[in-house]
Every structure is written in C-alpha cells, then in structure tokens.
C-alpha cells in the first residue's frame, strides 16, 4: 500500500506562512507605477510621475503609455553613462518597450532594495529630456546625491543640460512623495 505523506511544509505550514505574509514585513512593500508617456502631437516626452519617493524593498512599475521609451538606470554599465545610483545597487534596464503594437501597455519592474537617490532614464529620448528619479528611503550621500559631472576623470557619458534641469530636487520628492513633471502639475 502506499502512504502518501504531505510535504515538508504540512497543512499547519501554510497556515504560519499565510499569517506571516498577512501580519509580516513582506506584506508591507509596496508596488508604484511611473507612466512613460509621448503626448499625442509628438512634441512631449515624459515619465509621469517625473519623481518618486519609495520604501526600500518596494518596486516601481513604469508602464508605456505611448510612443516608444525604455527606462535605463544612470550607470556606467548602462552605455557607460555617468553613475547616478547607489554603488553597490542592482542596475537595470528594460531595453525598449513597444506599447502600441505588438504589446500594447507592456511594462517592465525593478525593486529597490538599498537606500538612496536612482536617475534614470528614455534611451529615445535622454536628449528631450526624459528622465526620472526615483528616492529610496533616507538617500544619505551616495552618486545621485552628487552634482552632474561630478567624476570628470572616469570620462563617463554625461547628462545632457535639458536632462539635468528636469530632474526633481530630492527634497522635493521626499515633501511630496511624488512629483509630476512640471507642464502636467496644471492637469488632473
Ligand atoms: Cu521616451
């Protein structure tokens, strides 16, 4: 005859891992979504909102909204663009997201796990001025702290102008949790 046994984790398993995700801290991280956005004539790009201010162990969502984005972190591994987020944070970049065909509304996720300031930004568009920043928790003095071109010896790409005066003080973001970018603060 044969005895079917449950599995290590049993029916009593489950149960304290339910009540731990219900009363834990895992259930405490949070999920925000940044629109990437081409308004309809062409003439605007822009990730709304344009800053964000989140909990370490939350992840952001940047959904494509319309045009053709991609949202890249400012790090060297990145094209060798100049390093705007913490030194040993994980990097990302979601390459570029086709929202209006084949993938309508495709989006692309990364979760936030050490403290401090992250610039990122459109590969299309870094030179219209499509970027974003996001703030994790108490941002302390790490590279997005830092002012543009900070590091001209380790000769990385450097922010465009129009890149750098969009972005967001982070006292700011920290004040309003999210900032919209500045031509949408008039619109609901
Ligand atoms: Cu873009």
Redesign the pocket.
Known sequence: MIERRRGPIGRYGLLVLLAALLTGSAAAARTFDVR?V?SKDGSR?YFDPIGLHIQPGDTVRWVQVD????TTAYDPRNGNHERRIPDRAQSWDSGILLAQYPAKGSTFEHTFSLPGVYDYF????EA?G?VGRIVVGTPGDGPGTQPFGYAPDRRWKPVPEVAQKAFPAIRLIMEKGAVRTPQLQHER
Do not use: E, K, L, R
Not at 67 to 70: E, L, W
Not at 122 to 125: A, F, Y
């Open positions: 990437a081409m790009v045009g053709y984005h991609s459109c590969q299309p568009h219209a499509m």
